[in-house]
């Protein structure tokens, strides 16, 4: 089983969540906010802005994810390359 992390779990990130859980993927959600909608159908919760690289770098890590993805919002593109740049994961951007 693969392991995603999620950047963001608001109202923008709920159905990537829940397509990457049918799919039998393991989702882990990555938000500066524990009490994001996204939370509650993720397998695991980082506290990480999706404006931190670092955070979410150590996030990511920490949960030994195989891919990082965000969708919904265009702002945490760039912390999800540079992080999967960090820890050698597929990024369809680089940074």
Partial sequence: M???LMLGGGSSQLAGIR???KLGHEVFV???DPA???V???D???EASTF???GVSLAAAEKRVHGIIT???DQPVLTQAIASERLGLPAFLSP
């Fill in 2 to 4: 693969s392991r995603i």
């Fill in 19 to 21: 397509r990457c859980k």
């Fill in 30 to 32: 990555a938000d500066i």
């Fill in 36 to 38: 994001a909608p996204g």
């Fill in 40 to 42: 509650a159908l993720a």
């Fill in 44 to 46: 695991g919760f980082a």
């Fill in 52 to 54: 931190d690289p670092e």
């Fill in 71 to 73: 969708m919904g919002s």
